[in-house]
């Protein structure tokens, strides 16, 4: 009996791995072309992006090697074949290094006279959806600082503001904008708050701190003194007369009442010296001559006198 049943069971082991094989096959010959597929996409997708990884790390080693080329150009003298050289990269190279030949064209322009276009060109990089964050944020800032050096104010803060976010590498520089062009606006409060955003940075640039220190210091000195000075006369203005003299000078009252005959002037009184008045230092008198004296002579000895009564002191009443 217990052969009997081992018998059974592998038997029936055999039947369900042949099973189990009829149906893999039947897989098999039903998948097989799809996951061949899939394998073949697999690889060359992988391919492929390795291709193109290896194809944009050519360009832009192509670029840099012309950008650096053509900043030699520049460097030795020959302006105009190293600009053109960047304007060629700004238009047939890819985002990173043709924003990199906008910016450096928009300097050059920005350090000779065409200051507008140099605005519009970093306007135009800080605009651009293409060109990546941080060279927008650059170009931004270099516009704030260009529209501050032209005297657009209002221009430079409002591009300058855009930067001043708490997760932004260029805030420093944005709020040392912000209050030159507050404190240029003659926005000394305005300009004070700003600057002392930047000192309470602990990120802040150690220069950057120290300018913005000595500027809080100016403007406080510039915020006392009109209190200080309120009560000194403009330049030009005549000062103004003391209360008292004022009201000894008054004209007499216009509604046409007539004024009281003055009467007659007291005797003046004889005021004392004041007593801060030292009496004058006497003049000094020379000394008498030396007299000469006269041989003295030698008196006789008188003979004694005779004692006299002493004379009554009763009085004797009339009649």
């Keep these: 009996m217990a052969n009997d049943e081992r018998r059974s069971e592998t038997f029936i ?59 030699t150009k520049i460097e030795s003298g020959s302006r105009e074949e190293g600009e053109a050289e960047l304007v060629a990269i700004a238009s047939d190279s890819d985002v990173g290094y043709a924003a990199l030949a906008r910016l450096r064209l928009a300097g050059e322009k920005a350090g000779g006279e065409a200051k507008a276009e140099a605005l519009a060109a970093y306007d135009a990089v800080a605009n651009d959806n293409r060109v990546p964050r941080p060279l927008r944020d650059l170009a931004l800032i270099r516009a ?29 520089a944005a709020r040392e904008v912000i209050g030159t062009a507050a404190y240029q606006a003659g926005e000394l409060q305005a300009a004070r708050d700003a600057f002392t955003e930047i000192q309470q940075d602990a ?14 210091s100016l403007i406080d000195g510039q915020l006392a003194t009109p209190g200080t000075a309120s009560s000194e006369a403009e330049p030009g203005e ?10 000894a000078t ?37 000394p008498p001559a030396p007299v000469q004296p006269a041989p003295a002579t030698v008196p006789a000895p008188a003979p004694p006198a ?14």
Excluded at 160 to 171: I, S
Excluded at 204 to 211: A, E, G, H, Q
Excluded at 238 to 245: K, L, R, T, Y
Aim: glycine share 6%; net charge negative; with cysteine.
């Design 238 to 247: 005549p000062a103004e007369e003391p209360d008292a003299a004022v009201g």
């Design 13 to 71: 082991r055999e039947v369900d791995e042949e099973l189990r094989r009829d149906q893999l096959k039947q897989l098999w010959k039903r998948f097989a072309p799809l996951i061949i597929g899939v394998c073949v996409l697999i690889v060359a997708i992988t391919a492929g992006y390795r291709g193109y990884v290896w194809w944009e790390e050519r360009k832009a080693a192509q670029a840099g090697d012309r950008f650096m080329a053509a900043l």
């Design 250 to 286: 008054e004209a007499p009252s216009a509604t046409g009442a007539n004024p009281e005959p003055p009467s007659a002037p007291a005797a003046p009184e004889p005021t004392p010296p004041p007593a801060s008045v030292t009496a004058p230092a006497p003049i000094p008198v020379p």
């Design 144 to 172: 704030a600082l260009l529209a501050l050096d032209t005297g657009e104010v209002a221009g430079a803060r409002e591009r300058a503001t855009r930067l001043n976010v708490a997760d932004n590498p260029w805030r420093h």
């Design 306 to 319: 005779s004692p006299e009564p002493a004379p009554s002191t009763s009085v004797t009443p009339t009649p």
């Design 203 to 216: 990120q802040t640039p150690p220069d950057l701190w120290v300018r913005s220190g000595l500027m809080v």
